[in-house]
């Protein structure tokens, strides 16, 4: 079964510091990645994702990711942090299901930006 | 992009009733749709997809007849908490996935449930 770990509960960065969230999957075959962004009592906007292609993936926002797959890893970066920045992230892996892609959801990491 | 719908926002009821919540894909069809549950400062658990057409596939642990879904048509899917607890209390959120080679899924901006 697929998995997904986000070792890190919470981050605090300052604004203007750089940012990366680490995320390492399990899937046995090819993974599709996603990260999403969640703001309070808000649903999921999608950040970037990765299906297949150059392992470095820009999103939007300013965010990237890398996928690795000697790593199993797949971590979110952001040069510059701002203010507007701070959220819950999930990393997510998906398998086919049916129609879609039935998607596995790390437990989230929490970003707090001080000002 | 896509944009999936979810109604009501936000719901409060007493104990004992039932509660219904909608998702529509409002600018493309979806045969598949996905229900979630998100408990507070927690990650989102697949409760099960919806198939249009035909009955829902419930994920291991998730009571059917607590939670019944129904896809009525290729943009609509509910979810109906029967009989709900305060237990059931919760974020729940769908997702319905756009038709191409990655079947990417958009996602509604979920349902607030508090149940009295």
């Known amino acids: 079964a697929q998995s997904v770990t986000q070792p890190d509960i919470h981050i605090t960065v300052s604004e203007g510091a750089s940012l990366e969230l680490r995320c390492n999957y399990s899937?046995?075959?090819?993974?599709?990645l996603f990260w999403y962004v969640q703001s309070p009592g808000q649903g999921l906007q999608l950040l970037l994702k990765?299906?297949?292609?150059?392992?470095l993936v820009q999103g939007i926002k300013g965010f990237e990711a890398e996928f690795k797959r000697s790593q199993s890893s797949f971590n979110l970066r952001k040069p510059s942090v701002h203010w507007s920045d701070a959220a819950e992230y999930f990393c997510?892996?998906?398998?086919?299901?049916?129609?879609?892609?039935?998607?596995?959801f790390g437990t989230g990491t929490q970003l707090k930006v001080e000002l | 992009g896509a944009v999936v719908s979810q109604h009501p926002s936000r719901v409060i009821c007493k104990s004992g009733t039932s509660v219904k919540i909608e998702c529509r894909s409002l600018?493309?069809?979806?045969?598949?749709m996905f229900w979630y549950r998100q408990f507070p400062k927690q990650s989102l658990m697949l409760m099960a997809t919806?198939?249009?057409?035909?009955?829902?596939?419930?994920e291991q642990g998730v009571e059917k007849d607590k939670f019944l879904i129904n896809h009525a048509s290729l943009t609509l899917s509910t979810l109906t908490v029967t009989s709900a607890h305060p237990e059931d209390s919760s974020f729940y959120i769908c997702?319905?996935?756009?038709?191409?080679?990655?079947?990417?899924?958009?996602f509604g901006p979920g349902t607030r449930l508090t149940v009295l």
């Open positions: 899937y046995g075959a090819t993974p599709y």
């Open positions: 919806s198939n249009e057409g035909s009955k829902a596939t419930y």
């Open positions: 990765y299906f297949s292609g150059d392992t």
């Open positions: 997702s319905a996935p756009l038709a191409g080679p990655y079947n990417e899924q958009f």
């Open positions: 997510a892996v998906g398998e086919a299901a049916g129609g879609g892609n039935k998607l596995t």
């Open positions: 600018d493309f069809q979806a045969t598949t």
